[in-house]
């Protein structure tokens, strides 16, 4: 009988060994989630960059997960590729009958919703790069960049930062976000 649980609980734990993906051995009924847990969330991403590379798996309960480390990865993931990848999984919590303002929000977009092209004349599109224009200003990012940088993963891995203190450097730092957001 305890075999049968724990097989049933352990049953994709080698979904990124086959692979050939490197990552952190997961508990039993927690995957890695319990790390996250136990430790700071930006040391131990960091610890596991080092240890097992940009590129590397981890699980949620059962469920395994890919983390991309790597800037231009994740640029080509999000803009140039990605009509390749899955569709994201739906939250019940963020249903619109489950809750109308959570449903709203671009993160908890799937399927078309979350895959409206940027260069599509859809109103909904339009809609919400004109409020992207109004929450990114190169003031409001001057002063986000100010507060996450030095706290940021990248910080961290000592990877030098883009940003300079000029108004130029904001403005494009605003363009890109916006590129990036519109992107979702």
């Not at 969330?41 to 949620?60: A, P, R, S």
């Not at 999984?89 to 977009?109: D, G, Y």
């Not at 990877?159 to 203190?165: A, D, G, I, W």
């Amino acid at each position: 009988m305890f075999t049968n649980i724990q097989s049933y609980f352990t049953r994709n734990f080698d979904y990124w060994a086959k692979r050939g993906i490197r990552g952190p051995k997961p508990y039993i009924g927690f995957g890695n989630t319990l790390h996250k847990f136990l430790n700071q969330t930006t040391d131990l991403e960091v610890q596991w960059i080092h240890e097992f590379g940009k590129i590397y798996g981890i699980f949620e309960g059962n469920r395994p997960i890919l983390t991309v480390a790597d800037p231009e990865l994740i640029k080509s993931i999000l803009v140039t590729d990605f009509h390749l990848f899955n569709d994201k999984e739906a939250n019940p919590l963020f249903h619109s009958k489950a809750h109308p303002i959570l449903a709203t929000n671009i993160e908890v977009k799937v399927g078309d919703d979350f895959k409206l092209n940027p260069w599509d004349d859809t109103s909904d599109r339009k809609a919400f790069v004109g409020h992207a224009n109004d929450v990114f200003t190169p003031s409001r990012l001057r002063l986000l960049l100010s507060i996450l940088l030095p706290k940021s993963v990248l910080n961290a891995l000592g990877v030098k930062h883009p940003v300079r203190e000029s108004a130029n450097d904001a403005s494009t730092c605003s363009r890109h976000a916006k590129c990036q957001i519109t992107a979702f």
